[in-house]
């Protein structure tokens, strides 16, 4: 892949990343009209290296954050690691039901169905787009109930991982947007919304990066199509301009979070939607 497309998908994938608007939607689109293929290996592979190099960019924002709080006391820590480790639980439970669904139905009649068939389909990134786009509407421009500055409560948590669950199988339905504006809905404080939802990203990540690995080792044994050693030389190097990109993100997503702006990403998204439903239309 030519190194400008890569540091293009890099770029897209570390802003997209970690503002609400969905990475893999935008990543997707600008697969396709640069001619590449989203459910490739390669390109499977590429956008693992790009979560990484995003990972990366959320420790090092965060840490001084979570220092102060989830580290300040082995109490402090305990709470939030049985927090999210609740959310994660909830979050593969759920997430693995609705690929499940996804393959008995939206895949219906492919052979040998995997929930990244989907990656390509531009008429389901669109409405996961505007869904995601509307909660993030209604989060941002309802009253606040946000009650103190606790940690979630198990209750809370728990609808934050159930909701994560369903962003999984739908490339479009943005992970950060939806679990902040899931927290903010339940009561959470917004800094402490968006501090616990990137720090599920550090459980997730390696999960999601292993999986993607072991596919891409079986995908490659099958048709030879991949040689990992050689792609992960692109890969690295999307990956440490996704981590600059993902700073600028996580800067601007909290200061538009923070100012009570965030209501204007799920306007983003509404209109992205109706972009990607267009781009379908014209056949990319």
């Not at 390669?42 to 960019?57: P, Y």
């Not at 991982?161 to 943005?174: D, K, N, T």
């Not at 981590?243 to 204007?264: H, I, M, P, Q, T």
Request: glycine residues 8%.
């Amino acid at each position: 892949m030519p190194l400008f497309k890569i540091i293009i998908l890099a770029i897209i994938q570390g802003l997209a990343e970690l503002l609400p608007v969905s990475s893999s939607a935008h990543v997707v689109v600008a697969e396709r009209i640069m001619g590449l293929n989203a459910s490739s290996p390669q390109m499977t592979l590429m956008l693992v290296m790009l979560h990484t190099g995003t990972m990366f960019a959320v420790v090092v924002y965060f840490w001084k954050q979570w220092r102060r709080t989830y580290f300040r006391s082995r109490g402090a820590f305990n709470l939030i690691a049985i927090r999210l480790i609740w959310a994660t639980f909830l979050t593969g439970v759920v997430g693995l039901a609705m690929i499940k669904l996804a393959e008995m139905t939206l895949l219906k009649g492919v052979p040998h169905p995997q929930i990244e068939d989907l990656f390509n389909h531009l008429e389901w990134i669109a409405p996961a787009l505007l869904a995601v786009g509307i909660l993030i509407l209604v989060a941002g421009l309802l009253p606040s109930r946000e009650n103190d500055d606790r940690e979630p409560s198990m209750i809370q948590s728990a609808w934050i991982g159930v909701i994560q669950g369903l962003c999984i199988p739908f490339r479009g339905f943005s992970r950060s947007g939806a679990t902040i504006s899931t927290g903010m809905l339940t009561g959470v404080n917004r800094e402490r919304s968006e501090a616990f939802s990137f720090a599920l990203v550090i459980l997730l990540t390696p999960l999601a990066v292993g999986k993607e690995v072991l596919r891409i080792v079986h995908a490659d044994h099958i048709t030879n199509s991949l040689n990992l050693a050689s792609a992960m030389v692109p890969g690295l190097t999307g990956m440490f301009f996704a981590f600059l990109a993902g700073l600028v993100a996580l800067k601007w997503l909290s200061r538009w979070l923070e100012g009570g702006r965030w209501y204007l990403f799920g306007i983003y998204c509404i209109a992205a939607s109706g972009v990607v439903f267009y781009l379908h239309h014209l056949g990319f």
